[in-house]
Nanobody, 123 residues
């Protein structure tokens, strides 16, 4: 089970930092991802980070978003800067299924979804 937090409403160009805490497994040792789903659209992957700290991003957020882990507190973060109205969505974190050996920038293969946290960016 995961719990996401840190969402809110900001103006374009603003910043937010999302957090994800998990129970039942160790975030720092897992391949984790951030995903988002805008109203009326399919869920999409935003960024992933593997157990070694290697990260990947979808093209539209490269240079603006940073995924990271706080290994001491076992928390996953997504720092979002230069936010755009197109970033408006509910954001979710999820763990890569542990039996899948590769940490990929995809939607498939991730589960144990939380309730998400809403991010709204106004122009």
């Amino acid at each position: 089970q995961v719990v996401e937090s840190g969402g809110g409403s900001v103006q374009a160009g603003g910043s937010l930092k999302l957090s994800c805490a998990a129970s039942g497994y160790t975030v720092s040792r897992s391949c984790m991802g951030w995903f988002r789903q805008a109203t009326g659209k399919e869920r999409e992957v935003v960024a992933i980070i593997d157990s070694g700290g290697i990260s990947k991003y979808r093209d539209s957020v490269k240079g603006r978003f940073t995924i990271s882990k706080d290994n001491a507190n076992d928390i996953l973060y997504l720092e979002m800067n230069s936010l755009e109205p197109e970033d408006t969505a509910k954001y979710y974190c999820a763990r890569r299924r542990p039996w899948l050996t590769t940490c990929t920038l995809t939607l498939n293969g991730y589960g144990d979804w939380g309730q998400g946290t809403q991010v709204t960016v106004s122009s």
